[in-house]
T-cell receptor, first 115, second 113 residues
């Protein structure tokens, strides 16, 4: 079985400040890690993913996440946030099973960026 | 490529009724998954269809069912609706990439009264 814990349900921050959204996972097998973002009244969008190789992965809009196997973490960071980054962020883990991938999502972290 | 589309976007039903939701995946994607999203339970996996067969199933009662057609379009059905079924139902398609990244539709907001 696998599980994902997002340690903060809500993270308020001022514009241009740095932010870190924390994610820890548990799994008995090798996993793939994802961050998705959900804007109001929309579905989830893939932000970035870790499959293998370099433990630091980046998105096109300035977010990055680092896979830490020893701490089973995949925290999301951005050095300077914008108002438009206000959204719900979901960490997810998937594992291979019989030719497909079984996903498990965290409960989400609401990032609120204040002007 | 067009994204994942879901219809209808909003739906209001009465307890005891049944409902059918529709999802069209990204062209070429053969895997379609369904999720229920609620404030209390978060995002929960319902089931996954691949080539018209249910390949994986979450922990939901039998009132929740689905199917997939030969063109990969999928429908989800909920029978005997309960108040607790009020949720955002999300459909996601996947192209078989390593790790199973999902491409989500905008969702159907179901309200049961």
């Amino acid at each position: 079985a696998q599980s994902v814990t997002q340690l903060d349900s809500q993270v308020p921050v001022f514009e241009e400040a740095p932010v870190e959204l924390r994610c820890n996972y548990s799994s008995s097998v090798s996993v793939y890690l994802f961050w998705y973002v959900q804007y109001p009244n929309q579905g989830l969008q893939l932000l970035l993913k870790y499959l293998s190789g370099s433990t630091l992965v980046e998105s096109i809009n300035g977010f990055e996440a680092e896979f830490n196997k020893s701490q089973t973490s995949f925290h999301l960071r951005k050095p300077s946030v914008h108002i438009s980054d206000t959204a719900e962020y979901f960490c997810a883990v998937s594992r291979a099973s019989g030719g497909s991938y079984i996903p498990t999502f965290g409960r989400g972290t609401s990032l609120i960026v204040h002007p | 490529k067009a994204g994942v589309t879901q219809t209808p976007r909003y739906l209001i039903k009465t307890r005891g009724q049944q409902v059918t939701l529709s999802c069209s995946p990204i062209s070429g994607h053969r895997s379609v998954s369904w999720y229920q999203q609620t404030p209390g339970q978060g995002l929960q996996f319902l089931f996954e269809y691949f080539s018209e067969t249910q390949r994986n199933k979450g922990n939901f009662p039998g009132r929740f069912s689905g199917r997939q057609f030969s063109n990969s379009r999928s429908e989800m059905n909920v029978s005997t609706l309960e108040l607790g079924d009020s949720a955002l139902y999300l459909c996601a398609s996947s192209g078989g990439y390593e790790g199973g990244e999902q491409y989500f539709g905008p969702g159907t907001r179901l309200t049961v009264t």
